[in-house]
């Protein structure tokens, strides 16, 4: 048995290659929070939390995640046995409600560790890999529409992405739609054009805009309409030819029902931090298959550790119909593993080693690291 000697948590603030426009913000840099966990045989656990944007993607911040580990998980789980990851969850469980991300995290590098001293991946404690990649979208969101153009075909003419994903919600119905049908058409049938409006639209809006989109060759719209809007969005998945996926609406296994039952869906995001950790995004994954949906691994555009995680359970599942969009990393300026993630071919590759598989790069965590000690600050006199 190996006891949880210490939970340590540090948030990154790493700088995002452009400006990532999304309905609700604008990123410039992402907030990564690490969990470390050391157990007393001096083996080592990762996880990570992340969100996006502070507050404005969803209810939990990056110093939400960090307190509410800090705070409350490293006490309650502290001198516990760490290899009996679902009972520590179920501890969790009694003693927190919701904070999804900051339960991932933490389950995640109890899952890092476990599989770390049996000296197996995460995907092989998941029942073992049933592929070794995944397709790998790529989102298209500089808020200009010829520099997403240009971003879209250098994307192809390396071979790394073929499948893009447009943040639309921010302007009009209309100027969305000119800047996607701009997109499409100078791909061509070259790449896969999805949307992504989070929650931006009114049912209305919706009415209008998804046969627009339709006409423009889109084939897949993500959360057009609040998560709470069950049956609004049953609608529009019964109206029209075009799949209609679910992100936000999925915290978990219980929302996962209740989309499935709605029929307010025709695919559902696989995230594995809104889900609340890898064994419950396990649970989303098994209701979409029974309700007869489509799967996509979703993203909260993480770095490398939940990027890693997220992909060693995506490779255990039944098939992703709609492949994945795990870039997170490479939305980043530097990547924070030794050995970053390969992309190639379209795919994102399932990386060889024990628990997720991938290792932090310390010197780039600590110069990314927010309480980094900092030179002496110098005063300027008025
Ligand atoms: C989302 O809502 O899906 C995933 C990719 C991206 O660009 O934003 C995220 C969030
Ligand atoms: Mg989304």
């Known amino acids: 048995m190996a006891r949880i000697d210490r939970i340590e948590t540090r948030i990154l603030d790493v700088p995002t290659i452009r400006g990532h426009v999304l309905s609700m913000t604008t990123m410039r840099i992402q907030s990564i929070v690490l969990v470390t966990i050391r157990f007393d045989d ?43 990851v679902l009972a520590r969850m179920a501890d969790v469980d009694a003693a927190m409600q919701g904070n999804p991300i900051a339960r991932c995290a933490v389950e995640m590098a109890l899952w890092d560790g476990h599989a770390r001293r049996l000296g197996v991946s995460i995907a092989q404690l998941f029942g073992g890999p049933v592929r070794r990649s995944l397709p790998v979208a790529w989102t298209l969101a500089s808020g200009d529409t010829g520099q997403d153009i240009a971003e879209a075909e250098e ?29 499409s058409k100078a791909v061509g049938a070259r790449a896969s054009i999805r949307v992504d409006v989070n929650q931006h639209w009114s049912p209305e809006e919706a009415r209008r805009g998804l046969p627009a989109l339709e006409d423009a060759g889109v084939v897949m719209a993500e959360q057009p309409l609040a998560a709470k809007l069950l049956p609004a969005m049953a609608a529009l998945t019964g109206g029209g030819r075009m799949a209609i996926m679910a992100d936000e609406a999925l915290r978990g296994p219980d929302d996962a029902f209740q989309v499935a039952c709605a029929g307010a869906a025709t695919a559902f995001a696989i995230k594995v931090g809104q889900s609340g950790g890898l064994a419950r995004a396990r649970e989303v994954m098994a209701i979409g298959r029974a309700a007869g949906l489509s799967l996509y691994g979703g993203t909260m555009l993480e770095a490398g550790i939940c990027t890693a995680a997220a992909l060693q359970l995506f490779c255990t599942g039944p098939e992703f119909a709609w492949g994945s969009e795990l870039f997170g990393p490479l939305l980043l300026t530097e990547d924070i593993l030794s050995e970053p993630l390969r992309y190639e071919d379209f795919q994102v590759h399932l990386p060889e080693g024990t628990g997720h598989g991938v290792t932090l790069d310390h010197d780039r965590v600590a110069a990314f690291d927010r309480d980094r000690p900092r030179g002496p600050t110098r005063l300027v006199s008025a």
Not at 43 to 54: D, F, K, R, W, Y
Not at 59 to 83: F, H, K, M, Q, W
Not at 155 to 167: C, G
């Open 155 to 183: 994307m192809l003419a390396r071979r790394r992405h073929r499948d893009f994903k447009l943040k639309i919600g921010r302007r009009s119905v209309e100027e969305d739609v000119a800047h996607v049908a701009k997109i």
């Open 42 to 84: 001096g083996s080592v656990g990762t996880g990570e939390g992340t969100t996006i944007g502070g507050l404005a993607y969803g209810p939990e911040s990056p110093e939400s995640i960090r307190a509410a580990i800090d705070v409350y998980l490293a006490p309650l789980l502290t001198g516990r046995d760490g290899d009996a």
